[in-house]
């Protein structure tokens, strides 16, 4: 009988790539993050390390920084990034050097050495890379940017992997040296959201206190009428809350 | 697209649809209770870490709430707990 392991192998992966990813992630949130050079390059090392697997074929990631008018990079998966990086520097020009430049993204997909940035292109052509997308760090203290290199033809074109690479450049901002870069939401809790967050823990104290369930069942019970009745969930929380004023809250 | 005939998407497809950003998202389930991070948010939705039950659906209630507001009727799917 003859067994697929393909499925199991792509499972496999998946799950190391979710290991790697809470960590990193967990890491992220420690306090001493910033008071440790050592700790913050190390996770800087591993940032890079996820960067390898935001498309099956990716092949290099990297950070560069504007130093003046030249260009350096401060960290890389392996020589092969560097190698595209010194491409770009050597031309003055290319993916990462224009998003140092002008703080925007830039991603390509290089069919040949004719193309836009064509001194990059040829020697990624040569080391066998056609794609390529650097996106401009925000809240460093210089022009930076963090690069991402694969095999494929338009390897970053999907809106899943441009989001997972703006995710990672965010984290990878925040974990240079001297950085200001937050991790935060820049938006605050509002009184609206205040509003509601109360109005729902009002009535999962109304459900969790009449029936054999905890909050999480009880905003499974909430979900499951909004559901039912089409409408928001809030509508929901507010008929508890009603009822319950009225002492007629009915499972 | 009639709002109708979206169903049982997924988080990320249900954020795509929605033209909601991930600071949105969260802000929406703090309103709902939750307390997740925004970058676990982040990578919930990208699908990097696997919410449990609960929190995918905090999640998808978040989004849904969104297309409710505009017609919708719970298009993001849920995980039956």
């Known amino acids: 009988m003859l067994v697929d392991n393909s499925s199991t192998r792509q499972w496999e992966t998946a799950l190391v790539s979710e290991k790697r990813w809470a960590t990193f992630i967990a890491h992220l949130h420690s306090d001493d993050l910033h008071r440790s050079a050592g700790r913050g390059a190390g996770l800087l090392g591993e940032a890079l390390g996820l960067g390898l697997t935001i498309t099956p074929d990716s092949v290099g ?3 560069t920084e504007q130093t003046g008018s030249g260009f350096v990079t401060p960290a890389a998966s392996n020589e092969l990034a560097l190698q595209l990086d010194h491409a770009q520097y050597a ?3 290319g993916p990462c050097v224009a998003a140092c430049r002008d703080g925007l993204t830039h991603g390509i997909t290089i069919m040949s050495d004719e193309d836009l940035y064509s001194s990059f292109t040829a020697a990624a052509l040569g080391l066998g890379v056609r794609s390529s997308l650097s ?3 925000v809240g460093v203290h210089r022009p930076a940017a963090l690069n991402l290199y694969a095999q494929s033809p338009s390897a970053f074109e999907s809106a899943h992997s441009r989001g997972v690479a703006a995710l990672l450049a965010r984290c990878v901002a925040a974990l240079l040296p001297d950085s200001d870069a937050v991790l935060e939401p820049t938006r605050q809790v ?3 959201v205040e509003r509601k967050h109360a109005l729902m823990h009002r009535a999962q104290r109304v459900l969790t206190g009449r029936y054999d369930m905890d909050e999480e069942q009880a905003f499974t019970e909430l979900v499951r009428r909004s559901r039912a009745e089409q409408c ?3 509508a929901v929380a507010q008929e508890v809350m009603a009822a319950t004023d009225d002492g007629g809250e009915q499972p | 697209v009639n709002p109708d005939d979206l169903r049982d998407l997924s988080l990320f497809e249900g954020l795509d649809r929605s033209g909601m950003d991930y600071e949105q998202v969260w802000l929406a389930q703090v309103g709902l209770g939750g307390t997740t991070g925004p970058v676990e948010i982040e990578a919930y939705i990208l699908g990097l870490l696997r919410p449990d039950a609960y929190r995918h659906n ?4 978040a989004i849904n709430e969104h297309f409710l507001d505009g017609g919708g009727n719970h298009p993001v799917a849920y995980i039956d707990p």
């Open chain 1, 190 to 192: 509002g009184a609206e």
């Open chain 1, 91 to 93: 031309a003055a020009d």
């Open chain 1, 135 to 137: 996106l401009p760090l």
């Open chain 2, 58 to 61: 905090l999640i998808a209630q």
């Open chain 1, 61 to 63: 990631c990297s950070v």
């Open chain 1, 232 to 234: 928001s969930v809030f």
